[in-house]
């Protein structure tokens, strides 16, 4: 039982680089989302995703794409990549119950330095 | 839009003694989800303890339990018989209809032995 499955762990990029962070989940979750944790901000929402075709922005979005293609795979898209992104980025998963979400399982996350 | 708040940014407690965590939140909702999550310095999220609004009965996890006072949009977290491992960044969260999840800015608790 993976739970969910990201990667890198830890990943140092030059200004202006771009990459992908993935993130994998093995528990049919409808929801999946990316957040960034930078430190005395707690973790904040970048893009989700209510399911296979559908994402959406969240609280900062600007300079991230994602796309769901399946249920199970969400990745997260740097695409010129900034020192205002360095930060640990978390990628979580998570099913609705009742009309409203449930408990968050989160990847181990990624500790992402931009130089 | 939701929002939580931790105001406390860093506590301190004695090992074997009981400590407890504040988080207070702001929704129209009436049915959600709250939890606390622990991070240690490994840096994964950790489930502490959940509780839904509907149920009027304060969520135990062994040494971990809750103080829940819905219509005051309070979630406290209350830690018994405080251990070395409990030493850690925890956070408090809402999530609801949307399934978005908020967090706190979280609270960085040291236990001293």
């Known amino acids: 039982n993976a739970g969910v499955t990201q990667t890198p762990k830890f990943q140092v990029l030059k200004t202006g680089q771009s990459m992908t962070l993935q993130c994998a989940q093995d528990?049919?979750?409808?929801?999946m989302s990316w957040y960034r944790q930078d430190p005395g901000m707690g973790l904040r929402l970048i893009h989700y995703?209510?399911?296979?075709?559908?994402?959406d922005q969240g609280e900062v979005p600007n300079g991230y794409n994602v796309s769901r293609s399946t249920t199970e795979d969400f990745p997260l898209r740097l695409l010129s990549a900034a020192p205002s992104q360095t930060s640990v980025y978390f990628c979580?998963?998570?099913?609705?119950?009742?009309?409203?979400?449930?408990?968050?399982?989160f990847g181990q996350g990624t500790r992402l330095t931009v130089v | 839009a939701q929002t939580v708040t931790q105001s406390q940014p860093e506590m301190s407690v004695q090992e074997a003694e009981t400590v407890t965590l504040s988080c207070t939140y702001d929704?129209?909702?009436?049915?959600?989800?709250l939890f606390w999550y622990k991070q240690p310095p490994s840096r994964q999220m950790i489930l502490v303890i959940r509780?839904?609004?509907?149920?009027?009965q304060n969520a135990t996890e062994n040494r971990f339990s809750v103080n829940f006072q819905k219509a005051a949009k309070s979630f406290s977290l209350k830690i018994s018989d405080s251990q070395l491992g409990d030493a850690a960044m925890y956070f408090c969260?809402?999530?609801?209809?949307?399934?978005?999840?908020?967090f706190g800015k979280g609270i960085t608790l040291s236990v001293r032995p």
């Open positions: 979580a998963s998570s099913r609705t119950s009742g009309g409203k979400g449930t408990e968050a399982f």
């Open positions: 969260a809402y999530t609801g209809a949307n399934s978005k999840l908020t």
């Open positions: 929704t129209s909702e009436s049915d959600y989800y």
């Open positions: 528990m049919n979750h409808e929801y």
């Open positions: 995703s209510v399911g296979a075709g559908i994402t």
């Open positions: 509780q839904e609004a509907y149920k009027q």
